[in-house]
């Protein structure tokens, strides 16, 4: 059998927003401003005959409202973050309903980085930071203007979710 494995060094923007605001605060405000399963995402699973059961998501006209959503919540600190002064560490995954199709449309690699990854981590001074890697910078290595313009959308609307959330009265 023929394998090929090659090695693309991709630079990704980091973008981290350090707030006072509590970890329980942030992590609330998140919850109640992205849409959710209640705002017309249904994961469910669909079975035929003979086949595995794999998940199939169902958008409704609800969410034409609705920017981004979320996905899924990873707690991923455990035993870890109490021995490395970190009491929280949540892992967010978003998405805006129709840019992870268009991008993979546009560019299949494009589907390693959807849906877009936030971690949310409590630091020891009581404050909370947020770290999101840009979706554009990740494919930007590949110069295909429409999953650029897809990724600098969906971009925009993460880093104004995060910046709205670290900084409510600004």
Same mark, same amino acid.
């Given at each position: 059998m ?8 991709i630079p ?7 707030? *006072? =605001?509590?970890f %329980? +605060?942030?992590?609330q405000?998140?919850r109640?401003?992205?849409?959710? &399963?209640?705002?017309?995402i249904?994961? *469910? =699973?669909?079975? %035929? +005959? ?6 199939v998501r169902?958008?409704? &006209?609800?969410?034409?409202q609705?920017?981004?959503?979320g996905?899924a919540?990873?707690?991923i600190?455990g035993?870890?973050?109490?021995e490395h002064g970190t009491?929280r560490l949540i ?8 840019a ?8 299949p690699?494009a ?8 971690l949310v981590q409590q630091?020891?001074?009581?404050g909370t930071r947020?770290i ?6 990740a494919?930007?290595i590949y110069q295909d203007?429409r999953s650029?313009?897809v990724?600098r959308?969906?971009d925009?609307e ?7 959330i670290a900084?409510p009265?600004g």
């Amino acid at each position: 059998m023929l394998v090929s494995e090659y090695v693309l060094r991709i630079p990704i923007e980091r973008h981290v927003l350090n707030t *006072r =605001r509590s970890f %329980t +605060a942030v992590i609330q405000d998140i919850r109640e401003t992205l849409g959710t &399963s209640e705002a017309g995402i249904q994961l *469910r =699973r669909r079975t %035929t +005959a003979g086949k595995r059961a794999r998940p199939v998501r169902r958008v409704n &006209s609800t969410l034409a409202q609705v920017r981004l959503i979320g996905i899924a919540e990873l707690e991923i600190s455990g035993s870890w973050g109490r021995e490395h002064g970190t009491s929280r560490l949540i892992r967010l995954l978003v998405d805006m309903p129709t840019a992870s199709g268009d991008l993979v449309r546009f560019l299949p690699d494009a589907g390693a980085s959807c849906p877009a990854a936030i971690l949310v981590q409590q630091i020891a001074d009581d404050g909370t930071r947020l770290i999101y890697d840009s979706v554009a910078s990740a494919v930007s290595i590949y110069q295909d203007e429409r999953s650029l313009t897809v990724a600098r959308e969906l971009d925009a609307e993460v880093l104004a979710l995060l910046r709205r959330i670290a900084n409510p009265a600004g």
